[in-house]
């Protein structure tokens, strides 16, 4: 054999092993890794499949999780058309869309778009290495390469937590499904914006014997406009019981204490329903090397016209911008992100060529 066919045995073989790792997903380097597959995420994926971008969104749960975990009969706040991205007409059957729908409305983006998603694949640990390419390895053990990375993690998956004793109690709980498991029962719903005020009605309409814990003196005013004067009747007649300017101090699993105003007092309790919000999860932005501006905020540092982080290479995208901020930034106020966000990477990618 000729040292010439030697070189093109070697090549053929090399090109074997290329076409062999890209058929059967074994090439895991990306020009783009988009973390997490909510709204945003998604918006990011459009985006990047319009660029021609070879990019994948590795989402730890479900499609929408933040939205697949919210109450089942929750409505939105927002118009179907404030929550449209990709230019996709989002049709409801009323002007404030549902749950169900939004979930349908997602899976159709995805679907029209054939966007990569790979989902149940939680990244642990994000690692750059020195020619600048990002290392993201799972919970699994696997590794995906990157030039760059977008974290869209939003912040429905760490609740604001009471740090009371019991608060580990079977009984408590942070997210609200539906209201049948509470029906005949004692429950106690710490709060007093949306979603306390949503809960609190509901379980009450569906026989639950229903307190409420509010630290302030009222509850909070820009509740949903339908909802806020619902609730305010219930309490005003006695229906649902508030105790304002109160806080929770100890649970038990019969009872919880509360200190109120007029002194501390202790109820009987089946349920405590924590509707007190979510933070973004800062241990896991800590882990990827962003970090914070130091206000009561806690702010994720990024440049505001190109979103990328302190670390080169690492975009933010979505609610969690506004750190602890969580009602500043919605779906309708973010979904420019994936744009601004591509269109710098496609800059840098012009300028590094």
């Known amino acids: 054999m000729s040292p010439y066919t030697a070189k093109v045995s070697r090549n053929n073989i090399f090109c074997l092993e290329v076409f062999l790792l890209q058929s059967y997903g074994m090439n895991d380097h990306y020009e783009l890794i988009i973390i997490g597959a909510g709204p945003s995420g998604i918006a990011c994926a459009i985006e990047a499949e319009k660029a021609g971008l070879s990019y994948i969104v590795l989402e730890k749960g479900f499609l929408a999780n933040s939205i697949y975990n919210f109450p089942t009969n929750m409505t939105f706040f927002s118009t ?46 994000l690692e750059k290495s020195a020619d600048l390419c990002f290392h ?11 030039d760059y990375v977008i974290a869209a ?6 609740p604001r937590l009471l740090h009371v004793e019991g608060e580990d109690l079977p009984k408590v709980k942070h997210y ?65 019981k508030a105790y304002f300017n109160s806080e929770v101090k100890k649970i038990s699993p019969d009872t919880v204490t509360i200190e109120t105003p007029d002194g501390t007092i202790e109820i009987e309790n089946d349920y405590v329903l924590a509707m007190t919000g979510y933070k973004p999860d800062y241990n896991f932005l800590a882990k ?7 206000s009561e905020a806690q702010r994720p540092l990024f440049n505001e016209s190109t979103l990328e982080s302190n670390v080169e290479g690492l975009y933010l995208a979505g609610v969690i911008l506004a750190g602890l901020n969580t009602s500043k930034l919605f779906i309708e ?21």
């Open 80 to 125: 179907s058309e404030r929550l449209e991205i990709g230019k996709v007409p989002f049709i409801s059957h009323t002007e404030k869309p549902t749950r169900k729908e939004a979930l349908e409305y997602y899976r159709r983006i995805v679907e029209s778009y054939g966007l990569k998603i790979r989902y149940q694949t939680e990244i642990n640990t």
């Open 333 to 353: 106020n973010t979904r420019d992100h994936g744009k601004k966000i591509i269109e710098h990477i496609r800059y840098k990618t012009r300028a590094n060529a």
């Open 288 to 294: 990827l090397g962003v970090q914070f501006d130091g």
């Open 176 to 240: 609200y499904d539906d209201a049948h498991p509470y029906i005949g029962m004692k429950v106690l719903v710490v709060g007093a914006a949306n979603s306390a005020c949503d809960v609190a009605l509901e379980t009450w309409q569906k026989g639950a014997n229903v307190s409420m814990a509010v630290r302030s003196s009222e509850l909070y005013q820009n509740v949903k406009y339908w909802i806020l004067p619902n609730i305010e009747n219930r309490i005003n007649e006695g229906s649902i």
């Open 136 to 146: 993201l390895k799972t919970t699994k053990g696997k590794v995906f390469k990157a």
């Open 153 to 158: 993690t939003g912040y429905y998956d760490v």
